[in-house]
């Protein structure tokens, strides 16, 4: 949580990790700013694309946004979230981003996707079938209950998490796709 600059309130603050790409949400993003003025919003990431610099042109709320670059420690930025956003729409393994905000105990907002619904069935997070879903977890769900389902990630992560099972994920996340796995 952290003080709004306009309104000198204290206000959520959700966090939204990705590549400028639609698959990973982006423009879902920006929309979701534009209709949450009262919420302050954390955009981690690669900025300068094409895409993500006409979606910026079209914001009415950009005050609500701070702009950090791709880090290698994106954990000192999950502290600050109340709560982390992943619109991916892609199957893919365990996301890294699912693990570090469980690690920082914050629940991860998402869309049904096969991966991330078990996350969430455990009490981590929420799922969210379209983009007004999402914009009304947002818009009422308290701080203190964001807080409660990190805390429930956290200790679930504390009390199963097993690399195995992460490699695992991502092996047969690979095995979907024409690559192949690395011997």
Sequence with gaps: MCVNKKTKTKTKTIGFFSRPIIEKGIQDFYSIVNKLPNVDFLRIG????????SL???LTNEANIRFVPTTANPEAWITECDAILLLSTYNEGTPKLLLEAAAN???????H???????????CGYIAKDLTEVINIINETPVKQFQTRGNIAYEYC???????DVIYTYE??????SHSIPS
Excluded: C, M, W
């Design 158 to 164: 504390l009390r199963n998490f097993n690399i195995d």
């Design 105 to 111: 105990a914050k629940p991860v907002i998402s869309y």
């Design 113 to 123: 996707n096969k991966t991330f619904e078990l996350h969430v069935r455990r009490g």
């Design 46 to 53: 690669v900025q300068t694309e094409a895409l993500e610099q």
């Design 56 to 58: 910026r042109a079209g």
């Design 172 to 177: 047969q996340a690979l095995a979907l796709t």
